[in-house]
């Protein structure tokens, strides 16, 4: 398959909120040329967005690093639930490498979607599952790492992430 080009902040479209995919849209082969695309840059996961595609997909695997691949395709998803329990990290984003934030997410999220097949899957997700998903959603709604910041926070990040460019 191929290997889409993975945009770089600040391009506009990493900023734009996505359109819906309309009901049986065949994304088979749209899907597996992210996750390639993915794999190859060493994420866990891509949005349409990231690859200049302005539709609410996206794609994820947080287990591969560890040995087993487990991808998964995510059409058109939403939150149904979110824990009011916080949990921090440093995030990392393909469309602004080497610039890790830190993000404060909930802990835990029950979210929906729709499977390359049409079937609608729900599944609560936690731990770094449930911080991926909600990175991808924010892909999908035009938000980035640096939209968590504050604003102090974010000039540094940003003028190093410049500056890294250069």
Sequence with gaps: ???????????????????????????????????????AAYGRGLAGPQVGVMQRIFVMDVTWKEGTRAPQ???????????D???????????IP???AEVQRPAEVVM?????????????????EAKCAQHELDHLNGVVIFDHLGQDDRA??????QEALK
């Design 73 to 83: 395709v995510l059409i058109n998803p939403e939150i149904l639930e979110a824990s």
């Design 156 to 161: 540094r990040l940003e003028a190093a992430y």
């Design 112 to 128: 929906t979607w729709f499977d390359l097949q049409g079937q609608r899957q729900t599944r609560r997700m936690t731990g770094f």
């Design 98 to 100: 080497n610039a890790p």
């Design 85 to 95: 329990q916080l949990a921090g990290g440093e995030e990392g984003c393909l469309s």
């Design 1 to 39: 398959m191929a290997q889409l080009e993975i945009l770089r902040w600040p391009d506009p479209r990493l900023q734009q909120s996505c359109a819906p995919v309309a009901e049986g849209s065949d994304l088979s082969t749209l899907a597996q040329d992210m996750l390639d695309t993915m794999y």
